[in-house]
Nanobody, 124 residues
Framework: QVQLVESGGGLVQAGGSLRLSCAAS????????MAWFRQAPGKEREIVAA????????YYADSVKGRFTISKDNAKSTLYLQMNSLKPEDTADYYC?????????????????WGQGTQVTVSS
């Protein structure tokens, strides 16, 4: 069982930066692939970025490539999402999720554990 708690969301102006954190409980975190998803008002939840268990392999949605960086600190059982050059269209609730596998997936249904979400609002 893995419990996930996100933090770091907030209100930021366009062009600004935020770093989201996802603290995980449970010793199995190190063996899990992790991802960040987001859901904007009136839209379906979408994947933002994913990492394999070690952090060596990552995936980014085209919309955030070059601006966001996912990292996984297994020693601290924490997943991060560094978000730079934020745009109003990045406004959403952001969720971290854990996939009980070494390799990541881009499919939501593969992720068994989810955090409660943290809100990010980017003003223009």
């Amino acid at each position: 069982q893995v419990q996930l708690v996100e933090s770091g969301g907030g209100l930021v102006q366009a062009g600004g930066s935020l770093r989201l954190s996802c603290a995980a409980s449970g010793r199995t975190f190190v063996y899990y692939a992790m991802a960040w998803f987001r859901q904007a008002p009136g839209k379906e939840r979408e994947i933002v970025a994913a990492s394999n268990w070690s952090g060596a392999n990552t995936y980014y949605a085209d919309s955030v490539k070059g601006r966001f960086t996912i990292s996984k600190d297994n020693a601290k059982s924490t997943l991060y999402l560094q978000m730079n050059s934020l745009k109003p269209e990045d406004t959403a609730d952001y969720y971290c999720a854990a996939h009980p596998s070494y390799g990541f997936s881009t499919l939501q249904e593969k992720y068994d554990y989810w955090g409660q979400g943290t809100q990010v609002t980017v003003s223009s």
